[in-house]
């Protein structure tokens, strides 16, 4: 079956401006994660979601940062009044309930 | 401090070379431990994870972790070109969730 898909792969902003990005998450896979990877920071974890509980919103950085998954299943990360600090690879992974992680390939953000 | 400590590389090794990739952790009641492969351009990939102290081996891989120390390693004997690529240690956070944090990840270049 498919993988993990995340779109766009690429996404070019101006600072300010704001971006979503989604993730469709394996079939069947009732949590999704969200990770920003940063040239010498590693992967951080943004936000979890799992079936219909509340979400886990403890790594977002700012209030600048929110995600929603509509019907349990795609997710969209939404970045608003972007900075040139939000440029980094957004990754998601789902999982069934404490799985192992499967990651999308990520999207590319830099903010100009 | 971090969480995770890992030595970002990069490291270079002869086709053939018996590879240590190595992770310390600050908190003693981290439960089970992950290595991750990242391919360029691509999603990380769970490439074998423990729950307890001591060596556990998957074809060329092996795992180690030394509770006593907070350390982790990840050995690759005979390695391969394609090997190259970026190792992640990864830790679920306590807390709930299955939530990862992640070492920077070592990069690894197999020459010919």
């Known amino acids: 079956g498919a993988g993990v898909s995340q779109s766009p792969s690429n996404k070019v902003t101006e600072k300010g401006k704001d971006v979503e990005l989604r993730c469709d998450p394996i079939?069947?896979?009732?949590?999704l994660y969200w990770y920003r990877q940063s040239l010498g920071q590693g992967l951080e974890f943004l936000i979890y979601f799992q079936g219909n509980s509340a979400p886990d919103k403890s790594g977002l950085p700012s209030d600048r940062f929110s995600a929603e998954r509509t019907g349990g299943s795609v997710s969209t990360l939404t970045i608003q009044r972007t900075q040139q600090e939000d440029s980094a690879v957004y990754l998601c992974?789902?999982?069934?309930?404490?799985?192992?992680?499967?990651f999308g390939a990520g999207t590319r953000l830099s903010v100009l | 401090q971090k969480e995770v400590e890992q030595d970002p590389g990069p490291l270079s090794v002869p086709e053939g070379a018996i590879v240590s990739l190595n992770c310390t952790y600050s908190n003693s009641a981290f439960q089970y431990f992950m290595w991750y492969r990242q391919y360029s351009r691509k999603g990380p990939e769970l490439l074998m994870y423990?729950?307890?102290?001591g060596n556990k081996e998957d074809g060329r891989f092996t795992a180690q972790v030394d509770k006593s120390s907070k350390y982790i390693s990840l050995f690759i004997r005979d390695s391969q070109p394609s090997d190259s690529a970026t190792y992640l240690c990864a830790i679920p956070l306590t807390g709930g969730g299955n939530k990862l944090t992640f070492g920077t990840g070592t990069q690894l270049k197999v020459e010919l």
């Open positions: 423990t729950y307890s102290s």
């Open positions: 079939s069947g896979h009732t949590a």
């Open positions: 992974a789902s999982s069934p309930p404490g799985g192992i992680q499967y």
